[in-house]
């Protein structure tokens, strides 16, 4: 009952962010240009502010290199889930305008906007290195492949092979070049002013709010016979909940890892299908109708995955 009421506590805040953005489009004051606004902002502002501000805050170089070692297993267990996303995803035909959105919610989760208070209701703050590990691989992940995969639902994509010019022009998103940043800063010691960093802080706070208002202003517009439990859906749901995490559970019997660690990295591997997705995909000019659909629900169902998951653990 405690694992329940945890998750929920941590789960409620996100809903009622979206609803605001549902109420506020309903209301008529907020609409599509809000939304394509908002889109560039987080796209090229917020998010790349957001990463540098988090890396450089929560790591140190001596931190970043004593947890090195764990990074394998997300590392392998989200590799061998992109494997299985694309076997999956050409089985059961899905449409060419969301395949991507599909792959991509298949194997990178939510770990920051509900991995993070998550594990601090469930572990306390001596969770958060581990957290953040979590989060420096899948972040890799989904501002690489999961952001190529995304690029290629756009109607205007041409289907480039991974490694070339076009595919990097892609990738290399100011929110990957802000991830990459923050590292390097981190690596190399430099000690950022403290003006700079409230700057960062301020102008990348907004994301989460503004990612999940964003996803309410789409769900206005969608009627509710559209938030069926379709094939598609109910794949998501078993990869993000029950094939991911069994994946970690069975690396972590040949790589071994503090216990604290091997329970951040099941939990992290069990959440829900990150709110940047939908962002993403409305850039692209992609059905992130779709993608609002799949993060509602995965989102949802977190309140009833994680007191089982805590269960097992």
Known sequence: MLAF???????LPIVMMI??????????????????????????????????????????????????????IPMISMGISYLLAILISDLIKVPRNR???????FFCSNTIF????????????????????????NTTYFWTIGNYELSCDSPY??????????????????????????????VLQVKVPDFVMDTLNYLGFPTTPFALIFI????????LSQLRFDREILILLAARFVLSPALVILL???IHVPALMAKVFVVQAAMP????????????GSDYQYASVATVVTTLACIVVIPVLMAII
Not at 5 to 11: D, G
Not at 273 to 284: L, P
């Open 5 to 11: 009421l945890t998750s929920f506590k941590s789960i």
């Open 157 to 186: 994509a041409q289907n480039a092979p991974f490694f070339s010019k076009k595919t990097a022009q892609k990738i290399f998103t100011p929110a990957l070049l802000g991830f990459m940043v923050g590292i390097l800063l981190i």
């Open 19 to 72: 609803l605001v953005g549902y109420f506020m489009a309903r209301a008529g004051w907020i609409d599509d240009k809000f939304g394509s606004a908002i889109t560039k902002y987080l796209l090229n502002i917020a998010l790349p502010c957001y990463m540098v501000w988090n890396l450089v805050g929560s790591f140190d170089r001596e931190k970043f290199f004593s947890l090195v070692g764990g990074i394998a």
């Open 252 to 254: 972590l019997r040949f």
């Open 99 to 105: 395949k991507g959105i599909f792959r991509s919610i």
């Open 216 to 223: 309410g202003l789409v769900l206005s517009s969608i009627r």
């Open 114 to 137: 509900v991995g993070l208070p998550v594990n601090l209701e469930l572990f306390g703050q001596k969770s958060v290195p581990y957290v953040l590990l979590y989060y420096i691989v």
């Open 273 to 284: 299908a990150m709110t940047n997705t939908s962002i993403v995909a409305k850039g692209y």
